[in-house]
């Protein structure tokens, strides 16, 4: 069974930093692109970050510049890395892997077939 799990979350105040993780097992990860998305309630899921199976990034412009996603194939593990936060990345963030083989990477959602339970992230001012 295809499983991916977040975890890191927390609350922190604006211009801290907070690292996320997603292990993912039942599957092959470096056979997978990955990404990262958040989403409020009563608001979209918005993509935030992916990275394809070559290692190419991409993200949303209100992240460019603060945030980082990384893999580890070995450890068959996702991170993000989020500095520098501000109260508007307050949200539940999930992890999603894409189509198996699929090597290229998107922020759409309906390119992600596997999700996780999500993990909290809040930002005081």
């Known amino acids: 069974q295809v499983q991916v799990v977040e975890s890191g979350g927390g609350l922190v105040q604006a211009g801290e930093s907070l690292r996320l993780s997603c292990t993912a097992s039942?599957?092959?990860?470096?056979?997978?692109?990955m990404a990262w998305f958040r989403q409020n309630p009563g608001k979209e899921r918005e993509g935030v970050s992916c990275?394809?199976?070559?290692?190419?990034?991409h993200y949303t412009g209100s992240v460019k510049g603060r945030f980082t996603t990384s893999r580890d194939n070995a450890k068959s593990t996702l991170y993000l890395q989020m500095n520098n936060l501000k109260p508007e990345d307050t949200a539940l963030y999930y992890c999603a892997a894409g189509v198996r083989g699929r090597s290229e990477c998107s922020l759409r959602r309906d390119e992600y077939v596997t999700w996780g339970q999500g993990t909290q992230v809040t930002v005081s001012s």
């Open positions: 990275i394809s199976r070559d290692r190419t990034e």
């Open positions: 039942g599957l092959t990860f470096d056979d997978y692109a």
